[in-house]
């Protein structure tokens, strides 16, 4: 395994794209662009707060267990 561990994994399967995991992360941790699932663009931001995971309706969100 490299050092970088995503925070955040997004199950493209069963994303639906509504875009509800990038406005509502408050570190702005996500990103997507239009038609596309969201992917992970500031690593480091993230708080591990969980909100994204939360807030999916679709449940595609699941935060990684946190690297050493
Ligand atoms: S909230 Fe869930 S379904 Fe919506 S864009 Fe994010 S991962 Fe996809
Ligand atoms: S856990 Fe919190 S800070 Fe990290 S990506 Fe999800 S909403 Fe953003």
């Not at 596309?36 to 309706?57: G, H, M, Q, S």
């Amino acid at each position: 395994m490299g050092p970088f561990l995503t925070p955040v994994l997004i199950n493209t399967g069963w994303c639906k794209k509504c875009g509800i995991c990038v406005e509502f992360c408050p570190c702005q941790v996500l990103a997507m662009e239009t038609g596309n699932v969201p992917y992970v663009i500031a690593p480091d931001k993230c708080t591990r707060c969980r909100l994204c995971e939360l807030l999916c309706p679709d449940f595609a969100v699941t935060l990684t267990s946190k690297s050493a």
